[in-house]
């Protein structure tokens, strides 16, 4: 069974509010979300924020549907690029589980692209993207393991942000064939990333294993090597002998 998250639920000083959405999403289906800070250095100066504790929303999280298994909470923090000097990664970035940048500049996409140490690169909804992709940096990207974002809440709120969310991933997708990443179910979602040209996979893919993927590499930015390993959990002796061959032959016999 798929596991599928949203790695992108607004911060919102309303607890309550915060509350509401991280349990609608437990009820869509959705295994893990990430509450992503927003920041833009060049408004008012804006200072990292420090992420508040999980275990300040909930007393006890909310159970997903259809498993037994509470939601999964994360801290994601995502920069507005206009300048080089906005993304400076500093101690603060590490209390973060995840950080993403949205690069406003044909230069500071090709930066973040090539260079900087982030997990998600944000393509533009609200706007036309002024400037065409190319092909070098977003296999840069790729070949990194960085994935693209297009939020689509805007394209389910307003006609004209439809045709520019719709128009700049469609020409994301031209250059990359495939993997970009409000509140909907995870079905729903992957049935609107095919208006973005992608396939059915890769629609289900933008809501589940990319998003495994994206957390796996932000836990690889945070150790000193970039590497994580994973261990299989070694069975009971219960469960070895039930899946034994001699075990299921007698199962079927019995049957």
Known sequence: MSVFM???IISNNDKNRLRSIIETAAHLGYSTVAINYVVEPQQKKQEIPKPQSVSDIFDKFPVVQGKSSPIKVLNRLTIIASDASHFRPTNEYRSFDL???????EKLFHAACMTFDVDIICIA?????PFHFKRAPVNGAIDRGVF???CYAAAIRDTTMRRYTIANAISLMEVCKGKPLELRGPYDIANLGLLFSLSEGD????????CRSVL???ETRATASGVVYTMKKPKTPQKQEE???ISKKAKTELA
């Open 125 to 129: 909804v609200a706007e036309k993207q």
């Open 203 to 210: 629609a289900k893919a933008a809501v589940s294993t990319n």
């Open 6 to 8: 949203d790695l992108n």
């Open 216 to 218: 796996l590499h932000g």
């Open 99 to 105: 950080v993403a940048v949205y690069p406003k500049t």
């Open 148 to 150: 693209f974002e297009t």
């Open 243 to 245: 899946d034994s061959p």
